[in-house]
């Protein structure tokens, strides 16, 4: 069995759900933590012991770290590109937050470097693991919804419930990043319609809503893009022909769980539709049925904890304000997901937000350094989730004008494919 050492950059909030993870995989053979702030290191190891070594910076890293392998890449989503692109250049596999980058030229470089050295690059897409993603791509790919016409997806992460998590790290300046335009973390949004049809954006337009809160977010001269607009809808041509509407809001009165999710997929012979926790799958005419025909899914795309609480009569009194962590609808596993493929240890994972996906995503990673194979979410894939958003923000600034979207095609055919049979040493 072939282990990997691995260092976790940036001890933020997020990283802190993988550590447990990255330590307990079978293929690590030792973890290492680096951040600019000493204490949060130092905490770190506190709660979750078992680190072997610790780096003052990413530099520090590049500089003695040279016997690490992979990188996991957890500062904030405006730094990632650089950082990745260092990281490639010094030989290491690196896994990143979301997103990609910002910047189209990057997003490209990114790519050039991953086909030079066939190292394993990955964004942590949390969506692609997102039980509505998983059943539309079954359903998708069984051929139940026939050939895409039309889709909606979303991101909300309202201004007034998020913005501390853009001062806990952002020091004094933090609203002048807080203020990044909404399409500039579309990651989530259109990953769910793109992973699903595999398709991509060809042209976007897109409008912006104009924000005139006082906290002074958002405006000319108020942030670092000079951006207006807290939130941002575009229109999306595919290459297939169908058209994706995508939502990016800042602004906006839902405390929706998940904040991430597909409000429909339309295919010529069927369809999903999802609201809040109802979800259905609908034959059309076209697929055979003598009427429209409707199946109540929501067992398999809701999570099991969900199910079983729903079903007990225990949703009545829930109130996320009071108790977080029992919210019960994107926290844990949901019926589609595989957790054969999993390692042992991660089948137990605690139900952890964003549908229990992180245990996905260290998988993947190391299913694809372990092989050489290419993982979902790789460098191609992630381009495609990024740049139709940066366009469409561009649109945006002008009054919605269509804008062709740049693609830098698939990945090399004959990269081949990571797939997920169980593995016998997960077993130990
Ligand atoms: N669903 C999702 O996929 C999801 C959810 C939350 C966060 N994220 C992403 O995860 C990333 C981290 O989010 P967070 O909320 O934990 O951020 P955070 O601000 O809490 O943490 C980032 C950390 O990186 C450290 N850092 C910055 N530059 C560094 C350097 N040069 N060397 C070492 N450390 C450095 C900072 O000191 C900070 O502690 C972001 O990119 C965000 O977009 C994704």
């Known amino acids: 069995m072939k282990k990997f050492k691995v260092c976790i950059i940036g001890m933020g909030e997020f990283s802190d759900f993988f550590i447990p993870l990255f330590k307990s995989h079978p293929n690590v053979s030792e973890v290492s933590i680096c951040d600019l702030i000493p204490e949060r290191c130092d905490a770190a190891i506190k709660k979750h012991g078992g680190i072997t070594r610790v780096f003052k910076s990413f530099e520090d890293l590049l500089e003695n ?65 997102f039980p509505c993603a998983i059943y539309c791509r079954n359903v998708y790919n069984e051929g139940k919804l026939g050939k895409f016409v039309y889709g909606e997806s979303q991101y909300y992460h309202d201004m007034e419930c998020f913005s501390y998590a853009f001062a806990h790290s ?30 991509y954006a060809t042209k976007v337009s897109c409008m912006g809503y104009r924000d005139n809160h ?77 009427s429209t025909h409707i199946d109540y899914v929501s067992d398999l795309v809701n999570t099991k904890h969900y199910v079983e609480e729903q079903k007990a009569g225990a949703l009545g009194g829930f109130n996320i304000h009071e108790d977080p962590i029992s919210e019960p609808s994107h926290r844990g596993f949901a019926a589609v997901h595989d957790l054969s493929r999993l390692p042992k240890s991660f089948r137990d994972a605690p139900h952890t937000v964003h549908y229990n996906s992180h245990p996905y995503l260290v998988d993947d990673f190391f299913r694809a350094v372990v092989t ?16 139709p958003g940066i366009i469409a923000h561009e649109s945006a600034l002008r009054d919605g004008l269509p804008m062709d979207v740049p693609d830098f095609g698939d990945a090399p055919a004959n990269w081949e494919k990571l797939t997920f049979e169980p593995i016998d040493y997960y077993e130990e």
């Open 170 to 199: 952002g020091g004094d300046n933090w609203k002048r990043v807080a203020g990044i335009p909404p399409m500039y973390y579309s990651t989530h949004s259109i990953s769910m319609i793109v992973s699903v049809i595999n398709e």
């Open 65 to 129: 770290g040279k016997d690490i392998e992979c990188i996991a890449l957890f500062t904030q989503r405006h730094l990632h590109g650089p950082m990745v692109i260092d990281a490639l250049k010094a030989g290491k596999h690196v896994f990143s937050a979301v997103p990609m980058s910002t910047s189209i030229e990057e997003c490209q470089k990114i790519i050039e470097l991953v086909k030079e050295t066939r190292l394993t690059y990955m964004t942590g897409e949390t969506c692609y693991y």
């Open 372 to 387: 050489g194979k290419l993982p979902p979410n790789n460098a191609w894939d992630s381009a495609r989730y990024m740049i």
């Open 214 to 290: 006082e906290d002074g977010i958002f405006g000319v001269g108020k942030n670092n893009w000079d951006n207006p607009f807290s939130n941002e809808t575009a229109l999306m041509q595919m290459s297939g022909g169908g058209i994706a509407r995508i939502n990016e809001f800042r602004r906006v009165g839902t405390g929706h769980k998940p904040s991430s999710y597909i409000t429909c997929l339309y295919g010529d012979k069927g369809a999903y539709e999802g609201s809040v926790t109802q979800h259905v799958l609908i034959k059309g005419v076209a697929a055979g049925a003598d």
